[in-house]
């Protein structure tokens, strides 16, 4: 079983910055996708960013230039540096861990973006 923990969330003004945060704990292969999703009301989840085991990074086309996914191995953990907010990046957002064919999330963590 894989567990994931969030933090880093949180009300901000249009142009601030949030970093988020998320550390999964358990029986984890050397080899897996850790990204981040957001569903902001009544709309879909969607990717924000992933980044594979070796590097690889894909973003989202409306937060490329300015937000930054990373990733700590030996910690198991992905990072998600949010800078240039705007009121659109309101949403819940959720970590994701892919291995093996098989997805696990975490909690979810609220970021809320003021005009």
């Known amino acids: 079983q894989v567990q994931l923990v969030e933090s880093g969330g949180g009300l901000v003004q249009a142009g601030g910055s949030l970093r988020l945060s998320c550390t999964a704990s358990g029986t984890i292969f050397r080899i897996y996708v850790m990204g981040w999703y957001r569903q902001a009301p009544g709309a879909q989840r969607e990717l924000v960013a992933a980044?594979?085991?070796?590097?690889?990074?894909n973003y989202e086309d409306s937060v490329k230039g300015r937000f930054t996914i990373s990733r700590d191995n030996a910690k198991n953990t992905v990072y998600l540096q949010m800078n240039d907010l705007k009121p659109e990046d309101t949403a819940v957002y959720y970590c994701?861990?892919?291995?093996?064919?098989?997805?696990?999330w975490g909690q979810g963590t609220q970021v809320t973006v003021s005009s």
């Open positions: 994701n861990l892919r291995m093996l064919q098989r997805n696990y």
């Open positions: 980044i594979s085991s070796g590097g690889s990074t």
